[in-house]
């Protein structure tokens, strides 16, 4: 088997246009598992074309990694050019498959082989046809079942998916990666996988976690899929504490390097914070010193503080405090007051609102003041008196 080796290098140089499925890359298979010496001439010339296969695509990763290296350091193919010559050299391997397979049309191995070519460049939709092809001509082959079932995880429709991965378990019972590439499928597309089995999600959970385990048990060094299991607790709610703790704890068992024993302690910190083991959490992100997981290691430390050392619970927000006053009539009052609603406003105060003096009532036209009134007229002559006697 093998897996998108290619894909690495495609998405630096972008030769495929083709998008990644959800799916963490579930593992396609090629005719077989290793190239072994047989006395058919079929067989035989097959192999070695597999050989070449391998050979072009390890060269064209080179090719890639190279340039890209080149080309930050200001030199380089454009990637057009790159492109176009990564193209001549895998069109010759295509053609040397389709010469194989007008020779051989019903030969179940070659269009596994060609299927699995064909997927590692992008070409889904071809190689579809080549899985299909072979599990047409040898239904006993779990391999193209599992190649099938990827294709359907992809593209849908899901449940053929779910149907073909437990065909390819039923043939070859002890491969893990059957139980890897179905216990994924299930985790992501849990609304159908609830329909297709007719379980709660609960359950689906459970089915999930119960491939996953049979895949590590046939597998018990393989760090990336005790990874993948360990994580698959994160999307569980609440959160299987104890479960996850087991799973992390395994997979630094099976951790090779370094840097995959670190990856673990970020994990085991990041449960233990979660459930308020706090100095746990620290000692574990004690043992972590590689720099390329100081963001989420210092992510954690700040979140264990800010829950060790709250902020007190009567401080004022500090979008709400007072920054620009004014005084007027000895009163301290807002240049911009925010419209704070009446909880708000009570919060702030804490005191209750204070009733305004009632305002003496007064008349609508006010007095008037008889010297003022007097200094602003003009008086009139006195009218002449009548002469004595004609009263």
Known sequence: MRVNRLFAGLLGAILVATQ???QTNPVVEAASNSIVNTNDPVQAELDQLMVADDATMDEVDTWIRTNNQQTAQGGGESRNDLNQRIHVRLDDVRLKYEDFLKKYPDYEPGHMAYGSFLDDIGKEDLAYVEFDT?????????????NLANYFGDHGPVTNAFADYQKAI???PSEPIYYQNFATTVYLFRPDARGYFQITEARVFDKSLALYQKAIQLDPKNFELASDYAESYYGIKPLRTNDALV?????????????????VYIH???IKYLVG??????A????VTNSTYDDLKGRIERNIRQK?????TNAVPVSLQVTNVLVTNGVPALTNPPAFSTNEASVLTNVPPVTPPPVPLQATNPPVNPTNLLNNMELAPPAPRPPPGQD
């Open 134 to 146: 072979s599990s047409k001509l040898d239904p006993k082959d779990p391999a193209a079942w599992n």
């Open 170 to 172: 039923d043939l070859n």
């Open 268 to 270: 085991l910190a990041r």
């Open 308 to 312: 060790l050392n709250p902020p007190p």
């Open 20 to 22: 990644l499925s959800a």
């Open 277 to 282: 083991r706090y100095d746990e959490a620290r």
């Open 284 to 287: 574990q992100l004690e043992a």
């Open 247 to 263: 799973a992390w704890t395994n997979a630094l068992a099976s951790a090779q390097t370094e840097v995959e024993r670190e990856a």
